[in-house]
């Protein structure tokens, strides 16, 4: 993975000094409130209902072992021995101290990690697919581009003020594991004809109170143009985005209202006439250089007939068996498996573990784990799970054994309870309804596994309010929690998806009170399970089954 | 006005030298510039004096100002305009094309332009001056308004370089504001990458 260069090391060196001197003069009364706000949100600083919420940056969701080990350390010395990764595949501390949150990130400069843009009107961290470099249908490896774009953003002075935040994604394959046809911009690694590496360019999708899927606004970007290209989107947007209402100033309004074509138009314009072809513009030996740091692994070379029959063997172990096939993905090496620890405990003890949620035990043993079997890295995804890429086969079956005794060996990627789940109005300041509850009626109320390996692929996303962190409006099942009068209520969407094929959901009818929710959802079910076509003993997966019947039979099994 | 300082790049004082009287108009924000003058003041002044001013009334002159603007630039040795964050960048493009075409020789020798930044978190003013540098404009840009001091190092990166600033704000450490950083670079230049210096 990167390592710093010292110019890195430099920066965030001096962004801890930078900030400490910030908080020193807030707490002094010398900076006021509006300036220091959003000064801390630059540094990952929110204030929360309860207490300061700091996230922490992974970049492209890439973690080494020794910096789990400094997680976990900072969770149980500085907050209270948890962490909680997000879909942006970022790290929240729910309950830092204002004060040391200096010294938090002094720790975190010492492993080369930081909490810079991970809040704010600013560039914020760049997401990919947790499979880059391990598909075998791959491009290009996503993570080097992704590198390029953090060093570009990282303190660009001209776009630290925006007009609201400004989140880009990255993916390298056509399945599109990274959501990025609702990010503000979205770019696909392509090769084209003549073999030459570039991108399309998805500009102004997102989601919120006003969801957006992204428009095309160049089919084939050559590489080398990748940052001017960016910088000239970037200009357009801050000097013409909307100021005046903090609702209407993401680019995708901007998008939309112009049309993608006069937008495009603005952006060729300022990228022909200033950047294209200036010092801007990025070499073949500079895509070297990035890709040195994304090296393949000293991969062995493994017979593949005993890694199966040794393999085969441990399938025999049904429980084995059922994590091997929810839980680990093919790698484009031979005797090798990514897998899938997921963050989605469900209910340990009686009691429901939020999505995302670690402890500072399982980050330090995930370090351990990470150090033994998969080359030292982990990553995290966007579905809050955490992933190891590069597991030898014959190694699966002692991993599962040491994950299952850390609560992180549930065999649900991907089925229902593999839910994306907000902190709501729990933790979370802008929260109109609670989640961790309603999560917890879903784990109660559907808690067979068989049934849920029936039920197939199914992602359900339950945001707290209409911000829709969790991205309720691309689930195939969304939940919105809304408040009515001091109530909350939950307002139920089908058919989205923020996969190659982007979609959003469609809103079932009324919201339904808080203890009807999992009942609702058993509804809505039933009618997929009644009347799904069953070819083999393939059954029609869910979103297809929501796509060909529409929401008219959910509607009516509901509502009556 | 109240009372104001210029600092240049450097953090360096440059408010006993400054020579520039911002015209009062309607629309003039406080501060501008550390002294301001009225129309009337001017035409009865002896000597010639540098004078700043609105953006958009003299690419678009109207009323009062296009009647006056000959009189004003005849009795001025220096021309110098402000702008708010709502100018757009056409509006500076035709700015730099009038000072290219050189209607008005003043305009042609254009030394100064004051953005005005009307609240701390409007980053317009940032994407503004990098524009007229990309235009080729090699005069001075000073930021005026509700800036804050932590914007500075960036300012000065998207091609500021003198800054307007309230006497209670000139504090002794302001210097460390104008080295915020400096490790970090200025967003134009790929090869200055940590990955690729």
Same mark, same amino acid.
């Given at each position: 993975?990167?390592?710093?260069?010292?110019?890195?090391?430099?920066?965030?060196?001096?962004?801890?000094?930078?900030?400490?001197?910030?908080?020193?003069?807030?707490?002094?009364?010398?900076?006021?409130?509006?300036?220091?706000?959003?000064?801390?949100?630059?540094?990952?600083?929110?204030?929360?209902?309860?207490?300061?919420?700091?996230?922490?940056?992974?970049?492209?969701?890439?973690?080494?072992?020794?910096?789990?080990?400094?997680?976990?350390?900072?969770?149980?010395?500085?907050?209270?021995?948890?962490?909680?990764?997000?879909?942006?595949?970022?790290?929240?501390?729910?309950?830092?101290?204002?004060?040391?949150?200096?010294?938090?990130?002094?720790?975190?400069?010492?492993?080369?990690?930081?909490?810079?843009?991970?809040? +704010?009107?600013?560039?914020?961290?760049?997401?990919?697919?947790?499979?880059?470099?391990?598909?075998?249908?791959?491009?290009?490896?996503?993570?080097?581009?992704?590198?390029?774009?953090?060093?570009?953003?990282?303190?660009?002075?001209?776009?630290?003020?925006?007009?609201?935040?400004?989140?880009?994604?990255?993916? +390298?394959?056509?399945?599109?594991?990274?959501?990025?046809?609702?990010?503000?911009?979205?770019?696909?690694?392509?090769?084209?004809?003549?073999?030459?590496?570039?991108?399309?360019?998805?500009?102004?999708? +997102?989601?919120?109170?006003?969801?957006?899927?992204?428009?095309?606004?160049?089919?084939?970007?050559?590489?080398?143009?990748?940052?001017?290209?960016?910088?000239?989107?970037?200009?357009? *947007?801050?000097?013409?985005?909307?100021?005046?209402?903090?609702?209407?100033?993401?680019?995708?309004?901007?998008?939309?209202?112009?049309?993608?074509?006069?937008?495009?138009?603005?952006?060729?314009?300022?990228?022909?006439?200033?950047?294209?072809?200036?010092?801007?513009?990025?070499?073949?030996?500079?895509?070297?250089?990035?890709?040195?740091?994304?090296?393949?692994?000293?991969?062995?070379?493994?017979?593949?007939?005993?890694?199966?029959?040794?393999?085969?063997?441990?399938?025999?172990?049904?429980?084995?068996?059922?994590?091997?096939?929810?839980?680990?993905?093919?790698?484009?090496?031979?005797?090798?498996? +990514?897998?899938?620890?997921?963050?989605?405990?469900?209910?340990?003890?009686?009691?429901y573990?939020p999505a995302?949620?670690?402890?500072?035990?399982?980050?330090?043993?995930?370090?351990?784990?990470?150090?033994? *079997?998969?080359?030292?890295?982990?990553?995290?995804?966007?579905?809050?799970?955490?992933?190891?890429?590069?597991?030898?086969?014959?190694?699966?079956?002692?991993?599962?054994?040491?994950?299952?005794?850390?609560?992180?060996?549930?065999?649900?990627?991907?089925?229902?309870?593999?839910m994306?789940v907000c902190?709501g109005f729990d933790?979370?300041?802008?929260a109109?309804a609670t989640t961790y509850n309603i999560a917890e009626q879903i784990e109660k109320h559907f808690?067979?596994?068989?049934?849920? *390996?029936?039920?197939?692929?199914?992602?359900l996303n339950m945001s707290g309010?209409?911000?829709?962190?969790a991205?309720h409006?691309?689930?195939?099942i969304g939940i919105l929690g809304v408040?009515?009068?001091?109530?909350h209520w939950y307002q139920i969407?089908?058919?989205?998806?923020?996969?190659?094929?982007?979609?959003?959901?469609?809103?079932?009818?009324?919201s339904v009170a808080t203890e009807e929710v999992a009942p609702t959802l058993?509804?809505?079910?039933?009618?997929?399970?009644?009347?799904?076509?069953?070819?083999?003993?393939?059954?029609?997966?869910?979103?297809?089954?929501?796509?060909?019947?529409?929401?008219?039979?959910?509607?009516?099994?509901?509502?009556? | 006005?109240?009372?104001?300082?210029?600092?240049?790049?450097?953090?360096?004082?440059?408010?006993?030298?400054?020579?520039?009287?911002?015209?009062?108009?309607?629309?003039?924000?406080?501060?501008?510039?550390?002294?301001?003058?009225?129309?009337?003041?001017?035409?009865?002044?002896?000597?010639?004096?540098?004078?700043?001013?609105?953006?958009?009334?003299?690419?678009?002159?109207?009323?009062?100002?296009?009647?006056?603007?000959?009189?004003?630039?005849?009795?001025?040795?220096?021309?110098?305009?402000?702008?708010?964050?709502?100018?757009?960048?056409?509006?500076?493009?035709?700015?730099?094309?009038?000072?290219?075409?050189?209607?008005?020789?003043?305009?042609?020798?254009?030394?100064?332009?004051?953005?005005?930044?009307?609240?701390?978190?409007?980053?317009?003013?940032?994407?503004?001056?990098?524009?007229?540098?990309?235009?080729?404009?090699?005069?001075?840009?000073?930021?005026?308004?509700?800036?804050?001091?932590?914007?500075?190092?960036?300012?000065?990166?998207?091609?500021?370089?003198?800054?307007?600033?309230?006497?209670?704000?000139?504090?002794?450490?302001?210097?460390?504001?104008?080295?915020?950083?400096?490790?970090?670079?200025?967003?134009?230049?790929?090869?200055?990458?940590?990955?690729?210096?």
């Open positions: 993975m990167y390592k710093y260069t010292h110019a890195d090391q430099a920066m965030v060196d001096e962004r801890v000094e930078q900030f400490r001197d910030q908080t020193r003069r807030f707490l002094a009364g010398e900076l006021p409130e509006e300036q220091y706000l959003p000064l801390r949100l630059q540094n990952g600083l929110y204030i929360q209902r309860h207490a300061p919420m700091l996230r922490i940056a992974v970049p492209y969701g890439l973690i080494a072992s020794y910096q789990l080990r400094k997680l976990a350390d900072i969770t149980r010395r500085y907050d209270r021995g948890y962490g909680h990764f997000t879909t942006r595949t970022n790290l929240q501390l729910n309950w830092p101290k204002l004060e040391e949150v200096p010294d938090i990130l002094a720790e975190l400069a010492s492993v080369q990690m930081h909490a810079i843009q991970t809040s +704010g009107n600013c560039i914020r961290n760049t997401t990919t697919d947790p499979y880059a470099g391990i598909n075998a249908n791959e491009v290009e490896d996503p993570r080097p581009y992704c590198e390029i774009i953090r060093q570009w953003s990282t303190f660009h002075p001209e776009f630290a003020f925006l007009p609201r935040k400004f989140k880009i994604a990255v993916i +390298g394959t056509p399945e599109d594991r990274a959501a990025t046809q609702v990010h503000d911009i979205g770019l696909h690694v392509l090769k084209n004809e003549d073999g030459e590496i570039g991108f399309e360019v998805i500009v102004g999708g +997102g989601l919120g109170r006003t969801p957006i899927i992204g428009k095309t606004i160049n089919k084939f970007l050559p590489r080398q143009h990748l940052l001017s290209y960016l910088d000239a989107i970037l200009r357009v *947007y801050n000097l013409h985005g909307r100021r005046d209402n903090k609702f209407k100033a993401r680019i995708k309004i901007l998008v939309e209202s112009m049309g993608a074509r006069e937008f495009t138009k603005l952006v060729e314009k300022e990228w022909e006439t200033f950047t294209k072809d200036g010092p801007l513009t990025l070499t073949d030996e500079n895509f070297e250089t990035a890709k040195s740091y994304f090296p393949e692994f000293d991969y062995e070379n493994i017979d593949e007939l005993a890694s199966q029959t040794e393999l085969n063997k441990h399938l025999e172990d049904k429980a084995f068996a059922d994590w091997y096939s929810r839980n680990t993905v093919a790698h484009k090496v031979a005797g090798y498996r +990514g897998v899938v620890m997921s963050l989605k405990a469900g209910l340990v003890d009686g009691k573990v995302g949620d670690i402890t500072e035990h399982q980050l330090d043993r995930l370090a351990d784990l990470a150090d033994q *079997y998969s080359f030292g890295e982990i990553r995290g995804t966007h579905q809050q799970n955490l992933v190891f890429a590069d597991v030898k086969q014959t190694d699966l079956y002692a991993l599962w054994k040491e994950l299952t005794e850390l609560n992180l060996a549930r065999p649900n990627i991907g089925t229902l309870t593999d994306i902190p933790l979370c300041a802008l109109n808690d067979d596994l068989d049934y849920l *390996y029936d039920l197939g692929d199914i992602q309010c209409m911000n829709a962190c991205h409006h691309v689930g195939d408040d009515k009068k001091g109530e969407s089908l058919g989205g998806s923020s996969k190659a094929e982007t979609r959003l959901g469609n809103i079932l009818g009324r058993e509804k809505i079910l039933n009618v997929y399970t009644d009347q799904r076509h069953v070819e083999g003993d393939a059954p029609e997966p869910f979103a297809d089954f929501v796509q060909r019947v529409g929401i008219k039979p959910f509607k009516e099994a509901v509502y009556g | 006005m109240g009372n104001y300082h210029i600092l240049n790049e450097e953090a360096t004082s440059i408010t006993a030298e400054d020579s520039w009287y911002a015209i009062e108009t309607a629309e003039l924000p406080e501060p501008v510039s550390i002294k301001s003058l009225q129309l009337s003041e001017l035409l009865h002044k002896e000597e010639r004096l540098d004078v700043i001013l609105p953006l958009t009334g003299v690419i678009a002159p109207t009323g009062l100002l296009n009647e006056l603007l000959d009189i004003i630039t005849a009795r001025a040795s220096r021309m110098g305009l402000w702008a708010d964050t709502s100018v757009s960048t056409e509006q500076l493009d035709q700015l730099l094309q009038a000072c290219k075409d050189a209607e008005r020789p003043l305009l042609h020798n254009l030394d100064l332009i004051v953005l005005y930044q009307p609240s701390f978190v409007d980053g317009r003013s940032f994407s503004q001056a990098r524009h007229l540098r990309q235009q080729g404009f090699e005069g001075e840009i000073r930021i005026s308004g509700d800036f804050g001091r932590d914007q500075i190092a960036y300012l000065k990166r998207a091609g500021v370089n003198s800054f307007v600033i309230p006497d209670e704000k000139l504090t002794d450490d302001i210097v460390s504001a104008f080295h915020a950083l400096p490790s970090s670079y200025d967003g134009s230049v790929a090869s200055q990458l940590p990955m690729f210096r």
